[in-house]
C-alpha cells in the first residue's frame, strides 16, 4: 500500500463544474502539498498546509489531520486547469523528503 | 526572479554514455532537490542536499548514479554509465530550509537513453 494515496486517478468535468481531487495518507506528516503539473510541462506548487484550509482564487486546499485526510476543490472549473495535480506529503521525522501520490488526471471540457 | 533553472531540457544519448544534468537554484535557498518522473512510478526524490551537504541520497538507483554540490548555486546529477532504463523526466527543485517554506521546481530536463 502506497503512502499517499489519490482518488480519483483520472477526472472528467464540464467547464464550470465543482472538482474535488482526494489525498489520504498513512503517516504522521509535518505539512502537506498540492502541486500541478501541466502536459509536458513543469511542476508548480499550489498550496503548502498543516491544518485547516487555504483559499487562493478559485482553488481551495484543506485537511483534516485526525483523518490523514486531504482535499483540493477547484469552483468554477475551467479548460486551463486541466493538468495533473499531484499530492505530497513530508513526514515529520524531521527531514525534507516529499512523498508523493500518483497524481490525478484532471480535464476540463468546454 | 528567475526561478530554479535546469539544463539541458532535453538530451537524447546512446546508452553506455555519460549524462550530466545540471541545475541551478534560487538565490539564496540552502536546500536542493533531484527527483526522477517516470510513467510506471511517478515522481521519486533520488537525493536532497542542504548547506551543499547530502542528506539523503537513499533514493540514488545505484552506482552508476552520482550527484554534487560542490557551491551554493550549482549542483549536478551525473549517470555513467547510461542505460536505457534510465530515460525519465529529471527534475530538480529547492527550498529555504524552514518551516513551512515550500519547494520550487525547475522545469526538468526530459531524459532518453536510446
Known amino acids: 500500500k502506497n503512502e499517499v494515496e489519490q482518488s480519483p486517478q483520472n477526472l472528467t468535468a464540464q467547464e464550470g463544474e465543482f472538482i474535488t481531487i482526494n489525498c489520504s495518507y498513512s503517516?504522521?506528516?509535518?505539512?502537506l502539498h498540492w502541486l500541478q503539473q501541466h502536459p509536458g510541462g513543469g511542476i508548480v506548487s499550489l498550496f503548502m498546509l498543516s491544518s485547516g484550509k487555504k483559499k487562493h482564487g478559485r482553488l481551495i486546499a484543506t485537511i483534516n489531520i485526525q483523518e490523514k485526510h486531504s482535499s483540493l476543490h477547484i469552483t468554477a472549473s475551467h479548460p486551463r486547469d486541466s493538468a495533473v495535480y499531484i499530492c505530497?506529503?513530508?513526514?515529520?521525522?524531521?527531514?525534507?523528503?516529499?512523498?508523493f501520490g500518483t497524481g490525478t488526471r484532471l480535464t476540463i471540457i468546454p | 526572479d528567475a526561478g530554479v533553472i535546469q539544463s539541458p531540457r532535453h538530451e537524447v544519448t546512446e546508452m553506455g554514455q555519460e549524462v550530466t544534468l545540471r541545475c541551478k537554484p534560487i538565490?539564496?535557498?540552502?536546500?536542493l532537490f533531484w527527483y526522477r518522473q517516470t510513467m510506471m512510478r511517478g515522481l521519486e526524490l533520488l537525493i536532497y542536499f542542504n548547506n551543499n551537504v547530502p542528506i539523503d541520497d537513499s533514493g540514488m538507483p545505484e552506482d552508476r548514479f552520482s550527484a554534487k554540490m560542490p557551491n551554493a548555486s550549482f549542483s549536478t546529477l551525473k549517470i555513467q554509465p547510461s542505460e536505457p532504463r534510465d530515460s525519465a523526466v529529471y527534475f530538480c527543485?529547492?527550498?529555504?530550509?524552514?518551516?513551512?517554506?515550500?519547494?520550487?521546481f525547475g522545469d526538468g530536463t526530459r531524459l532518453s537513453i536510446l
Open positions: 505530497a506529503v513530508l513526514s515529520n521525522f524531521g527531514n525534507e523528503k516529499l512523498t
Open positions: 527543485a529547492s527550498s529555504f530550509n524552514r518551516a513551512m517554506q515550500p519547494q520550487h
Open positions: 538565490s539564496g535557498h540552502n536546500s
Open positions: 503517516v504522521g506528516i509535518s505539512a
